[in-house]
C-alpha cells in the first residue's frame, strides 16, 4: 500500500538541479533569444553511470548504473532503463533488475551491458559472489527490453574477480563476451546466450595494440578497465577506460574479435569532475553517439556520477575523433510527436522532479512542488495544438500544471487544474484548452500552486 503522504526523500540532485538550469539560463541568454539548452547530462533527479546504449525496434535504450545520492564510494544497488526516440527526451523505466535479483550475489551492482538476441535480452553485470567475495559476471534476461529481468542461470556465467562485462554479437551471429580489469578476457558464447562456447583466454596487453602507460611497470599499456567492443563495417573497435586516475577514453581496433589490436588514439581526454569514465557507442538515426560519465549534477563527483552524450563523425580512416564534454549535448535526432500520449517522466531536463513506480503501470512523474517543472523539446505542434490533457493524482488539494515556453517562466500557453484526488496513486484525467504552440518547438510543464507537494503526472497529451 502507498502512504497517503509523499515521505521526504528529495533527491539531492532533484534539489538544486533548478539551480544548473538557471545558471544555465544566465550562461545562454547573452548568446540566445531562444531557451537555454543545458541537456548533459541525460538524467538529472538521479545519479547515473556505466551507460549501455542498445537500439531495438527504432527506439534507443540506454541501460545504466544508480549511484546512491551521497556516496563515498561505488555504493550501487540497482541497475536503471532509459529510452528515446530522439536523442532528447529521455523516459524514466525505473529499475528493472538489482543485486537481489541474483541470489547468490551479495553487492555492487557495478557496469555491464544489455543485448537482444532472438527476441529476448540480455543483460550480463558484474556483481559479487557471495559464496566466494569475488567479482563475477552475472545474467540478466527479459521478454522486453524494459524488464522485469530475471536471473537466466542462478550462478555466474563466469568468474575470476574481474569486472565490466561487454557483448556483441557478429555478422556470422557468434555472439563475444569481454571484460576485464586489469587484465582484458575474450570468451565465446554459445547460442543460448547464458553458456561459454570457449574458455575465458586474456587478450594480450600490447603497448602496439593498446598504447603505453608511464610509470606503471605493473600496468605498462594504457588500458585499464570498461571495455567496450562492437563492429563497424569490417573493423572491430574496443573503445576502453585509460590511464587510471583520472581515466579518459580511448579505442583500439583489429581486423577480428580477438586482434591483432592496433591502438588509436584519445577518445575523449581527461576531463569533468569523475575520475572514472565508461563509454558506450552507438549509431542511431543517422548520427554516431558516444555515451560517457562524469559527474556535473550538484553533488557530483566520482561516486556521483553521470551520464552524458555526444555526437560524433567518424574520420576518413574509420576511427574515431576526440570528443570533449559538454552541457548542450547532441541536436534532437527527431521531433516528438505531441498528440500521441507520452510519458510524464518524459523529460529533456528536469527541475525539483522524481519518479516513481505508478499504480497504473509504468512510471510516473512525481514530489512536484511550485515551480518544479521537466523540459520537452522539439515538438511537432504543426498547424496547432488546441486542446491538453494529462493524467494526474493527489493526496493534498493539487494544484495547477503549466504549460509554457521560451523558458519556465516564459508565456504561458495553458494552465490545466490538477484537483485533489484522495491518493497519489489516484488518478484522474483532466483538460484544458492552449494556444500559440504552432511549429516545432520545446515545452515546459510546471507545476503551481502552493506549499508542499501538489500532484503527480502519469501521462499527457495533445489534440490538434
Excluded at 537555454?36 to 527504432?58: C, E, F, I, K, M
Excluded at 528493472?96 to 553487492?107: D, E, H, L, Y
Excluded at 560524433?312 to 559538454?326: E, H, K, L, Q, V
Excluded at 516545432?440 to 506549499?451: C, E, I, P, Q, V
Aim: glycine fraction near 12%.
Amino acid at each position: 500500500m502507498r502512504a497517503t503522504t509523499h515521505p521526504t526523500r528529495r533527491t539531492r540532485s532533484g534539489l538544486v538541479a533548478l539551480v544548473v538550469l538557471a545558471l544555465a539560463v544566465t550562461a545562454f541568454s547573452a548568446v540566445t533569444a531562444g531557451p537555454a539548452r543545458a541537456d548533459n547530462p541525460v538524467v538529472q533527479h538521479v545519479y547515473t553511470a556505466d551507460p549501455a546504449p542498445l537500439v531495438h525496434s527504432g527506439r534507443l535504450y540506454l541501460y545504466t548504473g544508480h549511484d546512491e545520492d551521497g556516496s563515498t564510494y561505488f555504493t550501487m544497488k540497482e541497475w536503471r532503463v532509459w529510452s528515446t526516440t530522439d536523442m532528447v527526451n529521455w523516459t524514466d523505466h525505473g529499475s528493472p533488475m538489482n543485486v537481489g535479483t541474483f541470489a547468490w550475489a551479495s553487492k555492487d551492482a557495478w557496469a555491464g551491458q544489455a543485448v537482444e538476441r532472438n527476441g529476448r535480452f540480455y543483460w550480463y553485470v558484474p556483481v559479487v559472489n557471495r559464496a566466494t567475495g569475488r567479482m563475477a559476471i552475472g545474467v540478466g534476461v527479459s521478454d522486453s527490453p524494459t524488464g522485469p529481468f530475471r536471473d537466466a542461470i542462478g550462478r555466474p556465467l563466469a568468474e575470476n574477480g574481474e569486472i565490466d562485462p561487454s557483448v556483441f554479437i557478429d555478422d556470422d551471429g557468434q555472439a563475444h563476451l569481454y571484460w576485464g580489469n586489469p587484465n582484458l578476457w575474450h570468451a565465446r558464447l554459445n547460442p543460448d546466450m547464458v553458456s561459454l562456447a570457449s574458455a575465458p583466454a586474456q587478450i594480450p596487453l600490447t603497448t602496439a595494440g593498446y598504447g603505453a602507460r608511464t610509470g606503471n611497470a605493473q600496468r605498462p599499456t594504457l588500458y585499464e578497465e570498461g571495455p567496450w567492443v562492437y563492429k563497424r563495417g569490417g573493423l572491430y573497435y574496443n573503445v576502453f577506460a585509460a590511464q587510471c586516475c583520472s581515466e579518459f577514453l580511448a579505442h583500439s581496433t583489429a581486423p577480428t574479435p580477438t586482434g591483432p589490436w592496433t591502438y588509436r588514439g584519445v577518445v575523449m581526454p581527461t576531463q569533468g569532475s569523475s575520475f572514472t569514465n565508461h563509454a558506450g557507442v552507438i549509431d542511431y538515426k543517422g548520427g554516431s553517439y558516444l555515451f560517457y560519465h562524469n559527474g556535473a549534477l550538484p553533488g557530483g563527483g566520482g561516486y556521483t556520477r553521470s551520464v552524458a552524450v555526444e555526437r560524433f563523425t567518424y574520420n576518413a580512416d574509420g576511427t574515431i575523433p576526440r570528443t570533449g564534454m559538454s552541457t548542450s549535448g547532441p541536436p534532437p535526432a527527431d521531433t516528438l510527436n505531441p498528440y500521441a500520449r507520452q510519458e510524464g517522466e518524459t523529460i529533456a531536463w528536469g527541475s525539483g522532479v522524481e519518479t516513481e513506480v505508478s499504480g497504473e503501470g509504468g512510471m510516473n512523474l512525481s514530489h512536484l512542488e511550485n515551480g518544479d517543472h521537466v523540459k520537452v523539446r522539439s515538438l511537432a505542434f504543426g498547424a496547432g495544438a488546441r486542446t491538453f490533457t494529462a493524467r494526474v493524482a493527489s493526496a493534498t488539494s493539487g494544484g495547477a500544471l503549466e504549460l509554457r515556453t521560451d523558458g519556465p517562466t516564459g508565456p504561458v500557453a495553458g494552465r490545466c487544474t490538477a484537483p485533489g484526488t484522495g491518493g497519489w496513486q489516484t488518478w484522474t484525467t483532466v483538460s484544458c484548452s492552449v494556444s500559440g504552440l504552432t511549429g516545432t518547438r520545446d515545452l515546459y510543464l510546471r507545476a503551481a500552486g502552493g506549499s508542499g507537494y501538489l500532484f503527480n503526472v502519469d501521462w499527457w497529451r495533445f489534440t490538434a
